[in-house]
């Protein structure tokens, strides 16, 4: 493949945009460097880039695609939408319909709160929390993302119960001291955390099912263990589902596992690709929130009708029966192939699969937590993903990140991303 104008765009991005891109895993830091591919067009499950080059795309923008790119129902809500105004500065009906949707889906979220972006999602429910406990600090578990708010940029931490260090400068020390990282399914280190700190912690974060250091789902009982034992010490449970949300059924990961959370925070799907993020919960916790109660929350882009027609256009195909059936059916026949393709040629991997969302991961027996994961092939990983890339599958640069298939996946996809995989498997990475 030909990237000749990719090449040229990157460079001029990078004497005006920052790093020449602007969310820092598209710069190909986690698979060796390179020329990151700019991409001109998209639609179903098919991109081309600025050269021509036509790929099968299984990033999904890191998630929020779940019904093809451009999908014409999502397509028809933006175009009137920008034909009626896309900002008002006021309320509008779609607020009230598209907050309906979300708790009919997810009975936890008896009231919900739009703002714009998973990061703010997440980082609102985390002060709602202290507000309501009147406690400071939040327990989270080690490798998981959360945005880039200061207190969740605290993943560090080998072993249970240990303060964190701040992962970016400009994280203070005392900030850091307020977030204590556990490793994910692990009870023990959990409770021990809790014994340590229980009356300090406002919240326990958690992405119910973890979708950023890879696809990894709890062990049998380990958010059980976590509800219960949170709210033995009076801390409140927090769901990350900005990931999660509408990825693996219509409604949340929390329907899916069977636990409910007292806060939610969601974002990327439920935008249908627009910028969005929402934040829910009990009725008597929400009510810290201005203009009810005294933590604070606003945004002048907050509810914009452009992204909330959007999402409501996004569910409204998600409910049609069967979607997350077939996206089962289309990645267990991935996952198989890409698995009979890997023992054929002798490559040691091991996949984390769930419906269409799967991880792939190089020279390690199993990932159940961050460690495990960290400990797979980053090499492999980089070699395999720019061999695939040069064929035509594009993937999430990143051995951390899973492949998400959409409802646009066709059979003929699968069947071809697997012949692809097997050549580059083939050739040895
Ligand atoms: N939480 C999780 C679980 C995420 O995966 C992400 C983004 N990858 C975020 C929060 C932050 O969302 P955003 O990028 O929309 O700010």
Same mark, same amino acid.
């Given at each position: 493949?030909?990237?000749?104008?990719?090449?040229?765009? !990157?460079?001029?991005?990078?004497?005006?945009?920052?790093?020449?891109?602007?969310?820092?895993?598209?710069?190909?830091?986690?698979?060796?460097?390179?020329?990151?591919?700019?991409?001109?067009?998209?639609?179903?499950?098919?991109?081309?880039?600025?050269?021509?080059?036509?790929?099968?795309? !299984?990033?999904?923008?890191?998630?929020?695609?779940?019904?093809?790119?451009?999908?014409?129902?999502?397509?028809?809500?933006?175009?009137?939408?920008?034909?009626?105004?896309?900002?008002?500065?006021?309320?509008?009906?779609?607020?009230?319909?598209?907050?309906?949707?979300?708790?009919?889906?997810?009975?936890?979220?008896?009231?919900?709160?739009?703002?714009?972006?998973?990061?703010? *999602?997440?980082?609102?429910?985390?002060?709602?929390?202290?507000? !309501?406990?009147?406690?400071?600090?939040?327990?989270?578990?080690?490798?998981?993302?959360?945005?880039?708010?200061?207190?969740?940029?605290?993943?560090?931490?080998?072993?249970?119960?240990?303060?964190?260090?701040?992962?970016?400068?400009?994280?203070?020390?005392?900030?850091?001291?307020?977030?204590?990282?556990?490793?994910?399914?692990?009870?023990?280190?959990?409770?021990? *955390?809790?014994?340590?700190?229980?009356?300090?912690?406002?919240?326990?974060?958690?992405?119910?099912?973890?979708?950023?250091?890879?696809?990894?789902?709890?062990?049998?009982?380990?958010?059980? *263990?976590?509800?219960?034992?949170?709210?033995?010490?009076?801390?409140?449970?927090?769901?990350?589902? #900005?990931?999660?949300?509408?990825?693996?059924?219509?409604?949340?990961?929390?329907?899916?596992?069977?636990?409910?959370?007292?806060?939610?925070?969601?974002?990327?799907?439920?935008?249908?690709?627009?910028?969005?993020?929402?934040?829910?919960?009990?009725?008597?916790?929400?009510?810290?929130?201005?203009?009810?109660?005294? *933590?604070?929350?606003?945004?002048?882009?907050?509810?914009?009708?452009?992204?909330?027609?959007?999402?409501?256009?996004?569910?409204?195909?998600?409910?049609?029966?069967?979607?997350?059936?077939?996206?089962?059916?289309?990645?267990?026949?991935?996952?198989?192939?890409?698995?009979?393709?890997?023992?054929?040629?002798?490559?040691?991997?091991?996949?984390?699969?769930?419906?269409?969302?799967?991880?792939?991961?190089?020279?390690?027996?199993?990932?159940?937590?961050?460690?495990?994961?960290?400990?797979?092939?980053?090499?492999?990983?980089?070699?395999?993903?720019?061999?695939?890339?040069?064929?035509? #599958?594009?993937?999430?640069?990143?051995? !951390?990140?899973?492949?998400?298939?959409?409802?646009?996946?066709?059979?003929?996809?699968?069947?071809?991303?697997?012949?692809? #995989?097997?050549?580059?498997?083939?050739?040895?990475?």
């Amino acid at each position: 493949m030909n990237y000749t104008t990719s090449e040229q765009l !990157y460079k001029e991005a990078q004497e005006v945009i920052l790093g020449g891109v602007n969310s820092p895993s598209r710069a190909f830091k986690g698979v060796g460097g390179g020329t990151p591919v700019f991409m001109e067009k998209a639609k179903g499950a098919k991109f081309w880039d600025v050269d021509g080059n036509e790929y099968i795309d !299984y990033l999904a923008a890191y998630g929020p695609i779940v019904t093809g790119h451009a999908h014409p129902h999502i397509t028809k809500a933006i175009q009137t939408a920008a034909e009626d105004g896309v900002l008002f500065g006021t309320p509008t009906r779609y607020e009230s319909q598209f907050a309906e949707m979300l708790r009919d889906a997810i009975p936890s979220l008896e009231r919900v709160r739009f703002v714009n972006s998973g990061t703010e *999602a997440v980082m609102t429910t985390i002060r709602v929390a202290r507000a !309501y406990t009147g406690r400071d600090k939040i327990i989270k578990f080690a490798g998981c993302y959360h945005g880039h708010s200061d207190l969740v940029l605290v993943a560090a931490g080998s072993g249970p119960a240990t303060t964190g260090n701040p992962d970016s400068a400009g994280v203070t020390k005392s900030i850091a001291s307020e977030v204590i990282t556990v490793p994910f399914n692990d009870v023990g280190s959990f409770k021990e *955390a809790l014994d340590h700190f229980g009356d300090e912690i406002a919240a326990v974060l958690v992405e119910p099912i973890v979708g950023n250091f890879g696809i990894v789902e709890p062990e049998p009982g380990f958010l059980e *263990a976590v509800n219960e034992l949170a709210h033995e010490s009076g801390a409140l449970v927090i769901y990350d589902e #900005v990931i999660t949300a509408f990825r693996f059924m219509y409604g949340g990961a929390q329907n899916f596992v069977g636990v409910e959370p007292d806060l939610t925070a969601m974002g990327k799907v439920i935008g249908g690709g627009l910028p969005i993020g929402a934040y829910g919960g009990k009725r008597a916790i929400m009510e810290q929130v201005s203009p009810l109660g005294p *933590a604070y929350q606003a945004g002048t882009m907050a509810g914009n009708p452009a992204s909330i027609r959007a999402g409501i256009a996004c569910l409204e195909v998600l409910k049609e029966e069967g979607i997350y059936d077939e996206l089962d059916r289309l990645g267990a026949k991935l996952e198989d192939g890409i698995h009979a393709a890997a023992r054929k040629h002798n490559v040691p991997i091991c996949i984390n699969r769930l419906k269409g969302a799967l991880t792939v991961f190089f020279d390690v027996k199993e990932v159940k937590n961050y460690a495990d994961a960290e400990a797979s092939n980053t090499e492999m990983f980089g070699s395999f993903f720019k061999k695939l890339l040069k064929r035509g #599958v594009n993937l999430a640069p990143s051995k !951390y990140e899973a492949w998400f298939l959409t409802t646009a996946h066709t059979e003929e996809d699968i069947e071809q991303t697997i012949k692809l #995989v097997e050549e580059v498997f083939e050739e040895g990475l």
